[in-house]
C-alpha cells in the first residue's frame, strides 16, 4: 500500500523528489537535470520580480502587485530549498510509516486507511 500517493506524485512532478523505484544512474541523472531546470526557472522568476519591482514600478497597484508575487515566489523557493534539504528525512519517515508498527495489519485497519486517504484526496 502506498502511502501519500497524491503528494508524491506532485512532489515528484515539481522536481523536489525523485522517485524511490529509480535505481539506474541514468534516470537519476535525467531527474537531476529536471530538477534543477525547475530551480533555476523558480529563482530567475523570483529574481526578475525584484528587479521589476526595482525599475519598472509607476504606481502603488503596480508595486502590490509585484510584491505579492514576489513574496509569494521568495517563499516557494524557499520551502523548496527546505523540501530539498529534508529528502532523506521525509523518505525515511514515509518508509516508516510502511512497516511494522503502522502497517495495517487487518480487513478493518486497511478499510480505515482507505478512508482516510480517501479524506486527504
Request: charged content about 20%; overall charge positive; aromatic content about 14%.
Amino acid at each position: 500500500m502506498h502511502i501519500l500517493k497524491l503528494t508524491r506524485t506532485i512532489c515528484m512532478l515539481t522536481g523536489c523528489f525523485r522517485p524511490q523505484s529509480w535505481t539506474p544512474l541514468f534516470k537519476w541523472i535525467i531527474y537531476d537535470i529536471y530538477r534543477l531546470y525547475v530551480i533555476s526557472m523558480m529563482y530567475t522568476f523570483t529574481f526578475s520580480q525584484i528587479i521589476d519591482i526595482v525599475i519598472n514600478v509607476d504606481n502603488p497597484n503596480d508595486f502590490t502587485n509585484n510584491l505579492n508575487m514576489m513574496l509569494n515566489m521568495s517563499a516557494s523557493c524557499y520551502k523548496f530549498y527546505i523540501a530539498s534539504l529534508s529528502y532523506k528525512n521525509i523518505v525515511t519517515l514515509i518508509n516508516y510509516l510502511t512497516e511494522e508498527p503502522f502497517k495495517p495489519l487487518d480487513l478493518d485497519e486497511i478499510k480505515i486507511r482507505r478512508q482516510y486517504d480517501k479524506i486527504i484526496r
